[in-house]
């Protein structure tokens, strides 16, 4: 059976990458703080021994539309392409490429289905920056076979908070009963308060640094009954209009399970939105 | 009223360079050509099938054509691709860093909580 080697949640800023390689004038004066954080914070996946990453992030309106929207869906193909024309514009995210793991993708997709998560599947999938941003954090050399997994944070409506929580309790238990002997890292990215195209974007901060501290909090102590208890789909318009990319920490922490404390907690206040990385080592898989 | 035809109009405009320019430098004519061309257009689909009933409303179809991102969130268009495609087209007109994001957020200072719904 496989092994759970790490229970990995991030954020995911897309302008990480651009920061940590400018130099001179145009590199800012929190990118060496940042860099030091990320170093450490990849030492968390590095010491696991990963075979195999499953990835859980949410499509930015690219490859996924209005007209045709899943809101769970897990890649299936035996690569992926990554990044889009508007990231690299935006963000001057570089182009990449990825092995898939489609035997663990396949497990996951039969798996998921049979446990009542009518999951959506996709043979070719050019994945955005909430996948290739924790790549380029933590595991830079794109080395390992990936499962991506897609939810919808973005496009109303949405499922419950709930139902992402326990899609992650149920990702974690189809990942560890897949039959083969490999050590598998379970990787999700979101967002805490975050504002994007509405009025209390870009500040100092993030929008809501009193959520953050408490989803901070939520998350590092594995506290998903307080999560459940406080967030609902109306209520995470509030600290910041994009804050439901939080449902992709409560799905990790679904991952991690009720009332298991993270053995690695960071965070970075930044302009725009807090920086924040956790990392679970479930009992019997640590290196 | 139609979100998704503004957010059609964002999205699909936003992943075309060529359309990027073409609608940072002529915005009545590119929203007039897109509404008689491209509105009805099922994305995946080559061979002519299109939709017959997708049509901006006068609202929507100048607030596109003046390139008004305040009224676009009033209209409820999903901010992530008025944000992306408005960064795209005018952030180069701003010598400081964040300087169009910024101005962006200040001439949303009079939205409150709730912002209008993008539920589409």
């Known amino acids: ?159 419950q908070p709930k139902r992402y929580v326990q899609l992650g309790q149920a990702i974690r238990e189809i990942v560890a009963s897949w039959p083969e002997n490999l050590r598998v890292a379970i990787i999700g ?32 102590s594995g506290d998903i009954e307080k999560a459940l208890g406080e967030v609902s789909l109306e209520s995470l318009w509030e600290p910041g209009n994009a804050t439901h990319g939080f449902l992709d920490f409560m799905l990790m922490m679904g991952v991690a399970g009720a009332g298991e404390k993270a053995d690695y907690v960071d965070t970075l206040d930044l302009f725009h939105t807090m920086e924040a990385y956790f990392t679970w080592y479930p009992k019997g898989g640590q290196a | 009223m139609s979100k998704y035809l503004l957010n059609k109009f964002l999205y699909t405009v936003d992943r075309d360079p060529e359309l990027v320019e073409r609608y940072r430098e002529d915005p009545k004519g590119t929203v007039e050509w897109w509404e008689a061309e491209r509105a009805n257009v099922i994305l995946n689909v080559l061979t002519g099938e299109k939709s017959s009933w997708l049509k901006l409303d006068d609202v929507e179809r100048e607030a596109l054509a003046t390139h008004d991102y305040p009224k676009l969130f009033e209209l409820g268009a999903h901010p992530f691709l008025t944000l992306t495609l408005f960064i795209a087209m005018f952030e180069r007109d701003h010598a400081e860093p964040l300087g169009f994001q910024l101005e962006y957020a200040r001439r949303l200072g009079h939205f409150e909580l709730p912002y209008p719904d993008i539920s589409t």
């Open chain 1, 189 to 220: 990215t979101g967002h805490l308060s975050l504002e994007l195209g509405g009025p209390r974007q870009f500040g100092p901060h993030g929008p809501d640094p009193e959520f953050d501290r408490k989803a901070v909090d939520w998350i590092a």
């Open chain 1, 1 to 159: 059976m496989a092994t759970i080697a790490a229970v990995i949640a991030s954020t995911h800023h897309p302008f990480y990458y651009r920061a940590s390689t400018s130099t001179g004038a145009d590199r800012p004066p929190f990118a060496d703080e940042w860099v030091a954080k990320i170093t450490s914070f990849r030492e968390t996946l590095t010491r696991a021994n990963p075979d195999v990453l499953v990835l859980v992030g949410s499509d930015h309106f690219h490859q996924l539309w209005l007209d045709n929207m899943p809101q769970f869906l897990v890649g299936k193909a035996p690569f992926y392409d990554a990044n889009w024309y508007n990231e690299e514009r935006e963000f001057g995210l570089p182009k990449m490429f990825f092995k898939g793991a489609e035997d663990l993708s396949a497990h996951v997709l039969r798996s998921g289905l049979d446990a009542g998560f009518d999951l959506a599947f996709s043979n070719e999938l050019r994945i955005d920056h909430s996948v290739t941003c924790p790549m380029i954090t933590l595991r830079p050399e794109c080395d390992l076979p990936i499962v991506p997994i897609y939810t919808n944070i973005f496009a109303p409506p949405l499922p």
